[in-house]
């Protein structure tokens, strides 16, 4: 899969292959951040005044509960990711008062997949011609001719190909010229960006004599950007200086970590903040600002792709945003059965948001004026630039000689 990447878009990818220019061709990504309003609305002031009687150890005689509740259901459910989720729900049940589910998530940027025996790029005699390859995949045929020389009759043409590690032989493994010219990279890696120039030698016709044409480009190596859910929600809490509140966001943590394992996503937290807030007719009130993110473990390693679809990053990311949507409607659920006041502790209704954040790998970053054909791409810094964490833009630094450079220096 391997290629030049076009626009940034809110739909799914769709291709569309150049024929002439160098222009190239690749995925379509959606933007940085997209923010999702929350569902429902705040719960009434009544209803926060509602807390449960015996104070912070409410909800942790719930998770008593669901462990017993967990162990009675496990010869049914063993296996199953619902029944994990229902477990978990019932885990939390002191917590309750969840939303709504999010609204539906439209479809996430997926892995790249276009042959590239169609895909041909073309030079120019008047400027270097960038080209886009993903990491780790085959490169479109880079043709030593401009589009006028492409259909053209050329009598007894020579080609010689030039790269950053001097000239490119026929037979190498990673980078190959063809017989009639074109340069074709079977496994590309970050150190083979840089300029490839091919010198052409060809007459017009047999009585003509012999012209040369030097072609330039520049070769650069891209990935999909590095994408996560952040989630965002409010808690009813305990007093903020309680020991209650620090063992609540570590028990929510280890449930929701649960959750998604089998997906290889994993869930870190960002930050809990404890503030108080004045209601409305219910006067002051303890929240917890709760903010944790859903990203996936890199299941691919090496030179070898994904070739199951259910293994790409998106797919397993929609699965355990699903999975969590579903976790705290069943609280809901569990909460409907109580006959008991509300814990310490609770879920404060329609406060769950969610954005869609876009990052670059360390090295790489995005630049819709560098690179307006690949505009969205996580493309390889270029010398003079460098990116040293899950940034989204290379940052200048004149003391940088190389491609890829995660540090300045």
Same mark, same amino acid.
């Given at each position: 899969m391997g290629t030049q990447a076009s626009s940034q878009a809110s739909t799914p990818p769709t291709d569309h292959p150049s024929g002439s220019g160098? /222009? #190239?061709?690749? $995925? #379509?990504?959606? $933007? @940085?951040?997209r923010p999702f309003p929350a569902a429902g609305g705040r719960v009434s002031g009544n209803d926060l005044l509602r807390r449960g009687s015996a104070g912070g150890g409410v909800w942790m005689k719930a998770l008593a509960l669901g462990r017993a509740s967990r162990g009675r259901r496990r010869a049914g459910a063993a296996g199953s990711a619902l029944s994990a989720l229902s477990v978990a729900a019932v885990l939390l049940s002191a917590l309750l008062r969840a939303p709504p589910a999010v609204g539906d998530l439209a479809r996430l940027p997926r892995g790249f997949r276009l042959s590239q025996d169609a895909l041909k790029i073309v030079g120019s005699s008047h400027f270097p011609v960038s080209v886009y390859v993903m990491l780790?995949?085959? #490169? $479109?045929?880079?043709?030593? @001719?401009? /589009?006028?020389?492409?259909?053209?009759e050329l009598v007894d043409p020579s080609f010689q190909w030039h790269g950053p590690k001097g000239k490119i032989v026929s037979e190498n493994i990673t980078a190959q010229v063809t017989s009639t010219g074109s340069l074709i990279f079977q496994n590309f890696e970050e150190a083979m960006s840089g300029v490839y120039t091919c010198f052409l030698e060809y007459k017009p016709t047999v009585e003509e004599v012999v012209k040369n044409?030097?072609?330039?480009?520049v070769v650069y190596a891209y990935r999909e950007p590095h994408f996560y859910y952040q989630f965002t929600a409010r808690y009813h809490a305990a007093p903020c200086n309680s020991i209650y509140n620090i063992s609540f966001e570590k028990k929510l943590l280890q449930i929701l970590s649960k959750l998604v394992l089998d997906l290889s996503c994993e869930i870190s937290l960002v930050k809990s903040e404890c503030h108080r807030i004045k209601m409305q007719r219910a006067g002051l009130q303890n929240e917890l600002f709760f903010t944790f993110s859903v990203s996936s473990i890199d299941t691919e390693k090496g030179p070898k792709p994904c070739t199951d679809h259910n293994c790409e990053s998106s797919k397993r990311l929609s699965k355990a945003k699903n999975l969590i949507e579903r976790f705290f409607n069943q609280q809901v659920e569990v909460l409907g059965k109580r006959v008991e006041p509300l814990p310490e502790i609770y879920y404060i209704e329609g406060t769950l948001q969610m954005v869609w954040v876009n990052s670059c790998y360390p090295g790489y970053g995005i630049s819709d004026l560098k690179h307006p054909k690949c505009p969205e791409c996580c493309v390889i810094c270029s010398p003079g630039s460098y990116n040293p964490r899950d940034g989204i833009h290379c940052k200048q630094c004149n003391s940088s000689l190389v491609y890829g450079a995660k540090a300045c220096s």
């Open positions: 160098g /222009e #190239s061709v690749g $995925p #379509s990504f959606r $933007p @940085a951040v780790h995949q085959k #490169s $479109p045929h880079i043709l030593c @001719a401009t /589009e006028e020389l492409r259909n053209t044409l030097q072609l330039k480009y």
